[in-house]
């Protein structure tokens, strides 16, 4: 690469870093962004938060804007409407990249940065524990609201699930995962025993054991629904001591 090309790769990167940052510290280099990048000032926009540098997204009739980060991808994407955007978002859903991804709620000008790229990276925390490719921030208000407080996620977790945290690691595991299936099966424990590949009276004896150690019966919708907060508060907090961002 020649001295220009060095130079102007340098600038681009001031531009782009300018953009995804603090807008009140260099309110004329984010201007400068939105002219290079040729971003309009109305449109659809929402902003994603990625854990791998090498994440490839197709983008094919929408703009977008990439920045890599020391522990991912930070994107902005804009078009015409949100139906365009949707349609971009839902092919990464449905399995086009094995990265995890959080993205922000729609925005309608390029003020909404700011807030967008933290919702975009709170997202991209829960992404995981959602178990989707993609988690949008305004579809998991229970994991989010535990991702923006791990100091009462930590408690809630140790409060909620008590005993059966002191299990040795294979059961415990073993517990959690029933439960986990068993939310994502609507309640169905024939559902859930189909997705684990076990007789439904072992998702059954699961459950019953998990109210023995926690205090908390699956058929009270109160107790339940405690329960969901505590498991999505574990989940969290394994996520976050493996590294995942």
Request: proline share 4%; with cysteine.
């Amino acid at each position: 690469m020649d001295t220009l090309s060095e130079q102007d790769a340098e600038s681009r990167r001031r531009l782009v870093r300018a953009l995804f940052g603090d807008r009140v510290s260099n309110p004329a280099a984010v201007a400068d962004a939105v002219r290079t990048f040729r971003i309009p000032d109305r449109g659809s926009f929402v902003v994603v938060s990625a854990d791998s540098r090498d994440v490839e997204l197709s983008t094919r009739g929408i703009g977008a804007v990439w920045d890599s980060e020391v522990d991912g991808t930070l994107g902005l994407l804009f078009a015409t409407s949100d139906a365009l955007l949707d349609e971009v978002l839902c092919s990464i859903d449905n399995g086009g990249t094995d990265a995890a991804i959080g993205v922000s709620a729609g925005f309608s000008s390029p003020a909404g940065m700011p807030m967008a790229v933290e919702q975009a990276r709170l997202a991209r925390t829960c992404a995981r524990v959602d178990g989707s490719a993609l988690t949008r921030f305004d579809a998991v208000p229970v994991p989010l609201m535990l991702a923006r407080h791990p100091d009462s996620a930590q408690a809630a977790t140790r409060q909620i699930l008590g005993r059966l945290l002191d299990l040795p690691d294979e059961e415990r595991e073993s517990l959690l995962t029933t439960l986990d299936a068993w939310f994502g099966s609507k309640g169905s424990t024939s559902e859930a025993a189909s997705r684990l590949h076990y007789h439904r009276n072992t998702v059954l004896y699961r459950l019953r054991r998990i109210g023995e150690l926690t205090g908390r019966d699956f058929l009270d919708p109160i107790q339940c629904s405690e329960l969901y907060v505590g498991l999505r508060a574990y989940q969290l907090s394994v996520a976050n001591l493996s590294g995942v961002p």
